[in-house]
């Protein structure tokens, strides 16, 4: 005589094979999960901003001022949003005493660089790419800090872009801003200090 599986057996057999395929649908979801995160931060994490030069809030080193050898100091980003199509970089000084005084605007930098060296040429197209303007020493490219005097704060801001400025060499400021408008997709700030 044959034994024949009873229905309860055959039911619990389906509940354990329709539990078996949950348990490996969600394994492979949460391995997908795991290694598309990396990804995921990079295009749309917090934008970051440095210098090997000095720390957030830090002093500016006298190599990068009118005191020293007045090169721009050298700069590091990451995690630029996701449809980032240029970048633009805007240093100024909120503590001049007639005014906001910008010492760099570089902009149409192109979105797949990560760094500046130091010492970016005062080209109106330097080598990393992009366009550079003209600051309030009234020169094409980077003019470094030289306060009257005391403690002032100075401004490195990196803007992403959904878009190319496509404006002329030697714009100022107030026109890349102004181009800018409706086209930032992402921004960050580093600031660094220098005393005289």
């Known amino acids: 005589m044959k034994n024949t599986p009873t229905p309860q057996i055959n039911k619990r057999d389906e509940i354990m094979k329709e539990n078996n395929a949950k348990s490996i ?49 050298p700069l590091k980003w990451g995690s630029l949003p996701g449809g980032t199509k240029s970048l633009a970089l805007i240093c100024d000084d909120p503590d001049a005493p007639m005014g906001t005084w910008v010492h760099w605007v570089y902009y149409d930098i192109p979105a797949k660089t990560i760094d500046l060296p130091e010492n970016i040429s005062p080209d109106e197209h330097p080598a990393p790419g992009g366009v550079q303007g003209v600051n309030d020493f009234r020169r094409i490219g980077y003019g470094g800090p030289c306060p009257p005097g005391g403690t002032h704060r100075y401004y490195f801001k990196l803007y992403a872009l959904d878009t190319l400025l496509n404006l002329s060499s030697g714009a100022t400021k107030k026109q890349v801003l102004k181009a800018m408008e409706n086209h930032i997709i992402g921004h960050v700030q580093l600031m660094g200090r220098y005393r005289r």
């Not at 649908?25 to 391995?31: G, K, T, V, Y």
């Open 25 to 73: 649908c969600l394994m492979f979801f949460f391995i997908i999960i795991f290694l598309t995160l990396p990804f995921a931060k990079a295009e749309g994490g917090t934008m970051k901003l440095t210098s090997s030069a000095f720390d957030d809030g830090g002093m500016i080193p006298s190599k990068y001022t009118c005191d020293g050898a007045d090169v721009s100091p």
